[in-house]
């Protein structure tokens, strides 16, 4: 035996070795990771390898099987991570079951429909076990929205004979007893020029802040993640909306995430139709290659090819946020969702680019451009087929500078303040539609 061939039968034992190794070892739990949130919770076990499980249901409880794993302190770390104002979860107990495999048993606070997939490598995160607790009544966007008002209304009990007419009150009445409506058919929807348009009751804004939860959106080099500080200012700009009438016409903001957690791109448009809003604005912070790119932009959707290269790969890396996010494709009706996608309309584009218009002329008061003109591309999260719908990147959080500019409070309030003029300029000449009375 050549002494070449000695050595190639050395690696070969010790490649065999190691793999029996590996193979015994199991998979390692790189982290773990809770999102309370009212519409569900989501528990995220992050690791090398992919992961065996199923999940069992009981009352008010729910048993995890994880096989191929061991029982490791980066798994015990989610017995810490049950926050007290959890809607759902109550404790997390995390326990061997049997040789190579683990079980983690889930107290609940309500009944719940756990959901369990898997996600594969994507962008930094490795193979992914995501176990999500919905309600089994789904929340509805428009409850939200009365919720809200309602809660205000006990907090300022010495406004309320003031209130007696609240344009939101009507809303209610009309929703009394209705189960949410199907969306209007793509052949359905004709939408004339807002410019023609009258209306004498509430309006709507719907914010949409981009990112959230399992996918932070773009990190600044000093670790300045996109999803906090967009959340940041459309708090910022709900307030002002909040606060402000239009021809004597109260206004109202809906945001379609107000805290820590995912939203699928569709849902953020289903929920924005479902309130009927009179406008759509999501808020993100830009990211580049090179670190000396700055400035705001506003894209409006585009039913052609991108405005521009640039565009168009804004418009691609965005699309991708249900990668990173992590949709649960099982329980989605694909059909459905691709519809709702492919309804955008000539008529909504075109106000669309009015609203951009209007909103960068605002922006440019406080802050450079990139681009002084409106930018179009095919963004998903714009393609509601009756709302006006626009994304505003509000700066490069890839530029130190600005990712600075966005640490600051005093320019998150400063460019919430241009986006809220910027939507009272758009509604002056062009006044929003009579919404319909049924939802």
Do not use: C
Not at 56 to 73: H, K, N, S, T, Y
Not at 223 to 244: C, P, S, W, Y
Not at 396 to 418: C, T
């Amino acid at each position: 035996m050549s002494f070449t061939r000695r050595n190639l039968l050395r690696r070969g034992s010790l490649v065999l070795m190691l793999g029996a190794h590996q193979i015994a070892r199991g998979a390692s739990v790189l982290a773990v990771r809770l999102w309370p949130a009212p519409e569900y919770t989501r528990i995220t076990i992050e690791s090398d390898g992919q992961l065996t499980s199923r999940a069992i249901r009981g009352p008010q409880r729910v048993w995890l099987e994880i096989e191929g794993i061991a029982l490791d302190p980066a798994l015990r770390e989610l017995v810490g991570k049950v926050r007290p104002d959890d809607p759902f979860i109550s404790a997390i107990r995390v326990v061997p079951a049997s040789a190579g495999s683990v079980r983690l048993q889930v107290e609940l606070k309500q009944d719940a429909m756990p959901q369990l997939f898997h996600l594969a490598p994507v962008a930094a995160y490795r193979h992914r076990m995501v176990l999500d607790f919905y309600p089994t009544r789904p929340v509805d966007p428009l409850e939200v929205l009365i919720a809200e008002r309602m809660k205000e209304r006990a907090a300022a009990p010495s406004q309320a004979p003031a209130l007696a007419a609240d344009p939101l009150g009507d809303l209610i009445a009309q929703q009394a007893s209705r189960r949410p409506a199907a969306p209007t058919p793509a052949s359905e929807v004709s939408r004339p020029a807002l410019a023609t348009a009258k209306t004498d009751r509430l309006i709507i804004v719907a914010l949409d802040p981009g990112h959230g939860g399992e996918d932070p959106g773009a990190v600044g080099p000093n670790g300045t993640r996109e999803k906090d500080v967009v959340l940041q200012i459309a708090h910022l700009l709900r307030d002002r909306i909040n606060a402000l009438s239009i021809k004597g016409n109260p206004m109202r903001a809906f945001l379609t995430r107000d805290a820590d957690f995912f939203v699928p791109l569709h849902v953020r448009v289903e929920k924005a139709r479902r309130v009927q809003a009179d406008l759509f604005v999501s808020i993100h912070a830009d990211a580049w290659i090179n670190p000396n790119a700055r400035g705001a932009s506003v894209f409006a959707l585009s039913q052609g090819g991108a405005s521009s290269s640039a565009a168009r790969w804004m418009a691609d890396k965005e699309n991708k946020a249900d990668l990173i996010g992590g949709v649960n494709i099982k329980g989605q009706d694909a059909h459905v969702t691709r519809a709702l996608l492919d309804m955008s309309t000539t008529a909504q584009i075109n106000d669309s680019l009015k609203l951009g218009g209007a909103l960068l002329g605002e922006i440019g008061n406080v802050g450079k451009l990139h681009k002084a003109q409106v930018e179009q591309a095919g963004f998903a999260v714009l393609k509601a087929p009756d709302i006006p719908s626009v994304l505003v990147e509000t700066a490069f959080i890839s530029n130190p500078e600005e990712e600075a500019k966005l640490r600051s409070g005093e320019y998150r309030e400063q460019f919430a303040d241009a986006l809220i003029r910027g939507i009272e300029r758009y509604f002056a000449k062009n006044p929003p539609l009579a919404r319909s009375r049924t939802l």
